[in-house]
């Protein structure tokens, strides 16, 4: 009892005791942490929570069948009717957990029974051949890390939008399975062929035009996502990867591949995923541009006065991103970030810069520069290159985030109608 009424007491206080200090639970706060600086670095670290018992005091659940998060980890996704975004500020690396990769689902996820599954390559080829899981499994594989983006990953309107908000349509695995040109040498392709249409299981039957030539170069028939079984929601048992393309020409549910000399014109190539410059339609824009997003700090965080170190992810569609850049004066200087190696070919490349900060009103901004030299432009740049009409597809221009004096931070939100 009174055992009891002492930890009561504790409660109601108001204060936090030293017990709970050491064996307190946690959630997302900023600290200083001292540095070589002189002064501090702050931190993204874990609050005190509620008390929990000393975990040195009781043996805990011994080992299982499956891996799990702690109970004090619960970052998610956001779901809408047709798709699902990544939460970009929870990730410490650039490898997206597969279970928090994006989701973008024209009718929903089909259930595919793997010893039933074949995939059907015929049209202009020597050789017609069905593959099944298992024969897709006897060629040699290929393993590619590289990021997917869904074409129409941008919103905007409001300054309460966190990165996931804002761009989180996009996702980076380690991709496992077969190269298709390693498939298409099998069927024996004819010289006159210079397209293929890529067919999935979904209800949709989603259906893109490919160029052959993509197909040669490095198009995977992927059935391994971050060493395991790809997952459900990204094609299961295997799915079209076309790194650095727009996410909808990696047909999920792979099911028909026929090779021809002529596109189909689907309704994903006409009304869907094109969009209006300058008056006129541009429609097969496959390659997503080079682009980036701070992610610390961002909405819905606070800082402090001192040293921060600005975090963020850079990626193109186009090879390798050679340079972030940074500007913390709302875009009138900007600083070169630091890359963390390895910088990989259509993958998303994490970005760092310190920053101090003297307590007054500001803005973050980054942008992309990748090997073609090809620079992230501002809104107002996108605006004079395709006119005021932008559409809703293959929107990159350069974000920033607003430091209020109190430290919160929001998201700048721009018009351009």
């Not at 893109?208 to 996502?225: E, N, V, W």
């Not at 048992?237 to 076309?242: C, H, I, M, N, S």
Request: charged fraction near 25%; aromatic fraction near 10%.
């Amino acid at each position: 009892m009174k055992k009891e009424q002492k930890h009561h007491k504790e409660k109601s206080n108001g204060n936090i005791s030293r017990r709970t200090m050491i064996g307190g639970a946690v959630a997302a706060a900023i600290i200083p942490v001292v540095s070589s600086f002189t002064k501090y670095i702050q931190a993204g670290v874990p609050v005190i929570s509620p008390v929990i018992d000393d975990p040195t005091k009781k043996i805990g659940p011994g080992p299982g069948k499956l891996g799990k998060r702690s109970p004090f980890e619960q970052p998610v996704k956001k779901p809408s009717d047709i798709s699902s975004r990544s939460p970009l500020q929870d990730f410490y690396s650039t490898i997206t957990p597969s279970d928090l990769h994006y989701e973008r689902h024209h009718a929903g996820i089909p259930l595919i029974d793997p010893n039933q599954y074949e995939l059907l390559i015929h049209g202009m080829v020597e050789r017609p051949m069905k593959f099944s899981l298992a024969d897709l499994k006897k060629f040699p594989s290929f393993t590619k890390i590289c990021f997917l983006e869904c074409s129409g990953n941008f919103r905007t309107g409001k300054e309460e939008l966190t990165p996931q908000d804002i761009l989180g349509l996009t996702s980076q695995s380690e991709w496992t399975g077969v190269l298709l040109s390693t498939l298409l040498r099998e069927v024996g392709v004819s010289d006159k062929a210079t397209w293929l249409i890529a067919e999935g299981s979904d209800a949709a039957v989603m259906t893109r035009s490919i160029p052959i030539k993509k197909a040669l170069d490095d198009a995977i028939i992927a059935y391994g996502q971050n060493g395991e079984a790809i997952r459900p929601e990204q094609g299961y048992p295997a799915r079209l990867l076309l790194p650095g393309w727009e996410g909808n020409t990696s047909v999920k549910w792979i099911r028909r591949i026929e090779i021809t000399d002529q596109t189909y014109m689907t309704r994903e190539e006409t009304s869907k995923y094109t969009y209006p410059v300058n008056g006129k339609i541009r429609i097969f824009s496959f390659e997503m541009d080079a682009r980036s997003i701070i992610t610390f700090p961002s909405f819905p965080q606070k800082v402090e006065k001192g040293w921060i170190e600005i975090r963020g992810i850079a990626w193109t569609g186009r090879g390798k991103i050679i340079k972030v850049e940074v500007s913390t004066d709302a875009g009138r200087t900007w600083n070169t970030a630091r890359l963390q190696e390895p910088v990989l070919d259509k993958a998303h490349t994490y970005f760092r810069y310190l920053w101090q900060w003297n307590g007054e009103a500001t803005e973050i901004l980054s942008r992309a520069v990748d090997k073609t030299g090809y620079t992230q432009p501002s809104l107002k740049q996108l605006v004079d290159a395709r006119g005021a009409d932008l559409g809703g597809y293959h929107l990159n221009p350069v974000t920033s985030w607003q430091i209020k004096p109190d430290g919160s931070v929001l998201f700048k939100p721009e018009v351009w109608k």
